[in-house]
């Protein structure tokens, strides 16, 4: 098996060369730590870069509430992706995407020598993505969504899983004085232990959780554990987050370091 990790420019608190040494060590497989994964793509093929803008410019959600995605997209929107995709630190807020279009699209721009169930492409992007939920019929932000590629948002990790109430609630009061950033300046800090915040010095740590997912994925097309302290637990709410990424009782469950070891030795898992 051969993993290769994208990194994301503008996420400068994660390291996916350190990443990547945790996987290596962990599993005994081959990991190589790429650059941002649209940079590659855009040297790889002629007009990548237009192809790219106009998926991503479809893949945007118009609408929360609405599934389906189907609009033509305008000239406008497809010439602000590409501008948005040609420059390695730029930083969007605001947009949510689909990630299974994101996923097709950049699907697309694996090479043909790189694909296959042996190889690992796992995506970093400061990029919001989201899937269609059915049960309430609306789009949920996500942190991954595993496949070929994966990709796993360094926005995700902040906006989707659900903050304590009581940061909502103080939020709330922030805005009502009319401190809009606020959330960001006095009470990401301030719950330091519960929230993962923007920037968060702690953000390669918890990715290793997320890589392993993604890795567990391809090995076993389970990615997650039903144990809270596990790194593979899914996790929807930021002291979830915390507690499996940061201050669970082990890193991995006895049934999935069992998993891993076998992996390591070239057993079949
Ligand atoms: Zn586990």
Known sequence: MQVYLYSEPGAKTLDVGQLAGY???????????????????????????????????????????????????????????????????????????????????????????????????IVFTNQLFGTWDEADRRYHARVSLY????????????????????????????????????????????????????????????MKGYVMQAIMYHVSGGPFCPDRHCRLFNAHWQEEVIRAQLGGDYEFCPRHREQMEAMRLGRVP
Do not use: C
Request: hydrophobic share 35%.
């Open 23 to 121: 996987v290596e060590s962990l599993l005994s497989i081959l990991v190589e730590a790429r650059g941002a994964f649209v940079h590659r793509y855009r040297e790889g093929q002629r007009d990548a870069l237009d192809t790219l803008a106009l998926h991503f410019a479809q893949a945007k959600v118009r609408n929360p509430q609405k599934e389906g995605n189907k609009v033509t997209p305008l000239p406008g929107e497809v010439d602000y992706e590409k501008r948005r995709l040609a420059d390695p630190q730029s930083r969007t807020f605001g947009l949510l995407y689909d990630g299974y279009q994101l996923m097709t699209a950049l699907g697309h721009g694996i090479p043909r020598e790189e694909r296959g169930l042996k190889h690992v492409h």
């Open 147 to 206: 496949g070929f590629p994966s990709l796993i948002s360094t926005t995700g990790i902040v906006e989707a899983p659900a903050k304590p109430r009581q940061y909502y609630f103080l939020k709330q009061q922030y805005t009502a004085l009319g401190l809009a950033d606020a959330p960001a300046v006095a009470l990401e800090p301030q719950f330091r232990h519960s929230v993962i915040g923007h920037e968060d010095e702690r953000l390669t740590e918890v």
